[in-house]
């Protein structure tokens, strides 16, 4: 594959249960194009949140490499990491994981805030932009705890893409919503794909939802089982 926006080489990762090191990743190697969907499956346990949380530099593997948009994450210092986190990724997860004392509005502007680029007025105006494109241009001022569970995790994507990151990391994020609404979802996921050319790496237990990758990886036991291109 020729320039790859992440590359996941050899990756192994261990959790330390009181003094037994017990295996989570043992070997995983995967390179994501530019601009690709990809679809991670298996069963719970698999390892699946494991690697995610590495793609974002949450957390340190024991062996081997993982490099975002040209940058060795593992050679990385913390702050380093950080900003690239807040610049290249945004992640959407099952529990939409919002502020429930901010606005939706305020959830969007958030990571702007952050990132400390843009002044208050344009972020007002990018954040109003995104809310737009998802739907939610009438619900702006709502609180989490006002909105259906569609609507947060729209508003989720909104906040994912805040800083305007290429690559978007998705957990089981239609996990907590009903089919309908799960498949609006990933339309609306697909369709950044397609027209802002996002690159997506999401995991999810539902074949239906896998359905709109072009790529899906089953994970078992820490390894990569099955590898599917759609054609
Ligand atoms: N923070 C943690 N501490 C200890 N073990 C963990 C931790 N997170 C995950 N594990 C273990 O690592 C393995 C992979 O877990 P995970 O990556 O969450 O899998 P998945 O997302 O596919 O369900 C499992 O055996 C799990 O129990
Ligand atoms: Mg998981």
Redesign the pocket.
């Known amino acids: 594959m020729s320039d790859p926006i992440i590359r996941v080489d050899n990756v192994h990762k261990s959790?330390l249960?009181g003094k037994e090191a017990?295996p989570?990743l043992r070997g995983v190697t995967i390179d994501v194009a530019r601009g690709e969907m990809l679809c991670l499956m298996?069963p719970?346990?698999?390892?699946?949140?494991?690697?995610l949380n590495l793609l974002g530099g949450l957390d340190e593997p024991g062996r081997g490499h993982i490099v975002i948009d040209g940058e060795n994450l593992v050679a990385m210092k913390e702050e380093q990491v950080a900003r690239l986190r807040l610049q290249k990724l945004g992640f959407i997860f099952q529990t939409f994981n919002l502020l429930n004392n901010f606005t939706a509005f305020e959830n969007v502007e958030a990571p702007m805030v952050l990132a400390k680029k843009l002044k208050r007025k344009e972020r007002k105006v990018r954040a109003t932009l995104l809310l737009e494109q998802v739907g939610l241009a009438d619900r702006m001022d709502h609180y989490p705890s006002e909105l259906s569970g569609g609507q947060q995790q729209r508003v989720a994507i909104a906040r994912a893409l805040a800083n305007d990151p290429p690559i978007i990391i998705g957990d089981e994020m239609t996990g907590d919503l009903d089919s309908e609404t799960g498949f609006e979802v990933m339309r609306l996921i697909r369709q950044l794909n397609q027209e802002q050319r996002k690159t997506v790496i999401y995991?999810t237990h539902d074949p239906r939802m896998a359905d709109f990758a072009d790529r899906v990886i089953t994970?078992l036991d820490g390894i990569i089982h099955t590898e599917t291109v759609k054609t």
């Open positions: 959790y249960m017990v989570a298996g719970s346990g698999s390892g699946k949140t494991t690697l995991v994970m």
